[in-house]
């Protein structure tokens, strides 16, 4: 199972107008009270990175926490799900992978009520509302309806800009305005994407000795994109 | 620091976020001097811990303890700091006449906070009759109807409302299940008697949804001779389902006949009125907020599927005045629920925009996409174009393509266009806002 390494914190994430939900997951890792949070966005609004970041920030306060990235489904099993609503927090990721998978959809059902019976914190991520999830088992349907569900919002272009600019900087890279615009210009869009290029730059710029300079990105996006 | 911090350190940098935190992170651990027993919460975790990381794990330590740590075992379960007791000696036991029974019974879900309506009348009649006089006036008693319409409250309702009235009577109430793997637990550990007597020797037993038990027959089994043993000595059965007994498929037909030997009862979805005053209880009772009567029925009107999305657009707007600290007026109730009520929750797509975009100006999509440069269609193609940047994630050379195969230069020279217009001309500016609008709600 591979993964990008993000290093995601709770404090590392860019809220832009996700404050609201930042803030309420954040609660979810300090106290056991029975909160449930539905967080959904189109890929890269940060939904994989507020999962495990919050599931690192329950940890460090002393909280046992179960992640299931349930895009992972095929290669699991929904055994995997027994007893962990003993954690304090339990973090479903993707959960509109599992949709029309009737042993996962049942077990999942179980699980909601026994989180519910448990006072567990739970967070779950889609990338569509509750209500058009094709899961086909009403039941589990209108639980996941029963919470606050947060829409979460792409950061927009001038805030991607300054998070290019910020993540270069971290990285010891000096990277201008006039560069940044010329990525997100040419480039994928996605927070993630762009982080993933950043990387690439860093390690393409520290072997060739080179600037970042926009004929350099240049040759490095043009390689990226080839098939 | 102790090793196994460092361990979890080295790991967490090593592996991926989501690889650590689904394998390693719902570890608990026990440290000794020359061991560390580590606890994954079930079977399957074990397993794969086992498999893919115990060696590491291992070495690792090893490593970072200079040698003292020499083994990790796995086991099921929370850490020894974090188990119970076990307080219950054999012997003990024995000296009762009825084990002692936990009722599960949730002490919010009570007959007064239950809100009647046309829709569930007859079933809260019953309800509160039997709560008075159980296991003679209905028995069993079927409650069925559809999702998060308040089946498992009624129940819970019945079986508080009799320990309030015999405080020393047993009450038991089990999601089906939840019977199933008690069962289950039962015969791995050899107690099934003890199984037996528990649920045979409570005045009233509450199975939630027992559809559930299609196609599991031994509980079924199970589950027919507990219901013998409580119906002859009459005592109190309730029981819930999605659908009418006769209905239920996956079960004995046996089981399915005396389930329905007493009052059968349905739920149906509450009525606008019904829902509005079901919201103004839920604000009361979950937060101590008073709804406007306005904002009550926004909600009604709008969510009428069932009661649990009823609460969960009531929890949201809660949320939204606790962030902001505004008022709960019609407007910001609006403002809050947008994203749930949007007629579409999708995501946005370019060829959506470009159908939107199509639409509202009365011309072809295929003419968005044509190399046509007069203004009636350049101009909309622009529009779209800025709306595809603004609303997905698609880079400017992938929109420029879904553009007929236009260059990315077009997009940004498109997108600077309409910025520009937006503040010059008022027509655009309205265009702009209203397919904006219609794309995102």
């Known amino acids: 199972m591979l993964g990008p390494k993000q290093n995601a914190t709770l404090d590392n994430f860019i809220p832009g107008e996700n404050s609201q939900a930042l803030s309420e997951i954040t609660a979810c890792t300090r106290e056991k009270q029975g909160s449930y949070l539905y967080l959904w966005g189109p890929g890269s609004s940060g939904k994989s990175h507020l999962m495990t970041a919050a599931a690192k920030a329950a940890n460090e306060n002393s909280h046992a926490v179960a992640y299931v990235p349930l895009a992972q489904a095929a290669e699991l099993s929904p055994e995997m799900l027994a007893n962990i609503e003993q954690m304090e927090l339990v973090c479903l990721d993707d959960i509109h992978t599992i949709a029309g998978n009737s042993n996962w959809e049942e077990a999942l059902f179980h699980l909601f009520n026994h989180a519910r019976e448990q006072a567990t914190n739970l967070i779950i991520s889609a990338n569509c509302g509750p209500s058009s999830l094709q899961i086909a088992l009403p039941d589990l349907v209108s639980r996941l309806a029963s919470g606050v569900s947060y829409r979460l919002i792409p950061l927009d272009d001038e805030t991607k800009l300054y998070l290019l600019v910020d993540h270069a900087n971290k990285r010891g890279m000096k990277l201008t305005p006039e560069s940044a615009n010329y990525i997100l210009n040419n480039f994928s869009r996605d927070t993630e994407s762009l982080l993933a290029l950043l990387e690439q730059l860093d390690r393409a710029s520290l072997a060739a000795q080179r600037k970042l300079t926009i004929p350099f990105i240049r040759s490095l996006i043009e390689q990226t994109n080839q098939p | ?441």
């Open chain 2, 1 to 441: 620091m102790t090793p196994w911090n460092r361990c979890i350190e080295h790991l967490e940098n090593t592996l991926s976020d989501q690889e650590f935190n689904t394998w390693i992170r719902p570890l608990q651990v026990d440290e000794e001097a020359t061991e560390v027993m580590l606890f994954a919460p079930n079977k399957f975790v074990l397993d794969w811990v086992k498999n893919h990381y115990q060696e590491q794990i291992t070495l690792l330590l090893e490593q970072l303890s200079n040698g003292q740590i020499t083994r990790v075992s796995l086991g099921i379960g929370g850490s020894r700091r974090q188990n119970e007791p076990e307080t219950t000696p054999a012997k003990e036991s024995r000296t009762r006449i009825r084990p002692q029974v936990k009722s599960n019974l949730n002490p919010d879900f009570v007959f007064d906070t239950f809100v009647e309506g046309k829709s569930n009348q007859l079933a809260r009649a019953a309800s509160v009759q039997i709560g008075g006089n159980p296991g003679r006036a209905y028995n069993p008693l079927f409650i069925y109807g559809g999702v998060g319409l308040g089946k498992t409250h009624l129940m819970h309702a019945i079986g508080n409302s009799i320990l309030n009235n015999n405080p020393s009577a047993t009450v038991l109430y089990k999601h089906s299940e939840g019977f199933v793997a008690a069962m289950v637990r039962a015969l791995q550990h050899n107690k099934i008697d003890e199984f037996k007597r528990e649920y045979r020797s409570v005045n009233a037993l509450l199975i939630d949804d027992v559809q559930f038990f299609a196609g599991k027959e031994r509980s079924q089994e199970e589950f027919f001779h507990t219901f013998n043993a409580l119906f002859e000595s009459k005592q109190q059965i309730i029981l819930t389902s999605d659908r009418f007994p006769k209905e239920v498929t996956g079960l004995e037909e046996r089981l399915r006949s005396r389930f329905g030997w007493g009052l059968t009862v349905a739920i149906e979805p509450p009525d606008l009125e019904t829902r509005v005053a079901i919201i103004k209880s839920k604000a009361v009772q979950l937060f101590g907020v008073d709804f406007p009567n306005e904002v009550a029925f926004f909600i009604g009107n709008r969510v009428r599927s069932n009661i649990r999305e009823l609460e969960g657009a009531l929890r949201r707007i809660v949320a939204n005045a606790e962030f902001t600290g505004r008022p709960i007026t019609l407007e910001f109730a609006k403002e809050a629920l947008r994203d749930m009520l949007a007629a579409q929750d999708k995501l946005v797509t370019i060829e959506n925009i470009q159908k939107t975009v199509a639409e509202y100006y009365k011309i072809r999509t295929s003419e968005l996409l044509s190399s046509t440069r007069s203004r009636t269609i350049a101009r909309p193609r622009q529009i779209a174009m800025s709306l595809a940047k603004e609303l997905t994630n698609h880079s400017l050379p992938e929109i420029g393509n879904a553009f007929g195969g236009r260059d990315h230069t077009t997009v940004l020279y498109a997108t600077r266009k309409i910025a520009e217009l937006k503040e010059s001309d008022h027509r655009i500016e309205e265009d702009y806002g209203n397919l904006f609008r219609t794309l995102t709600s």
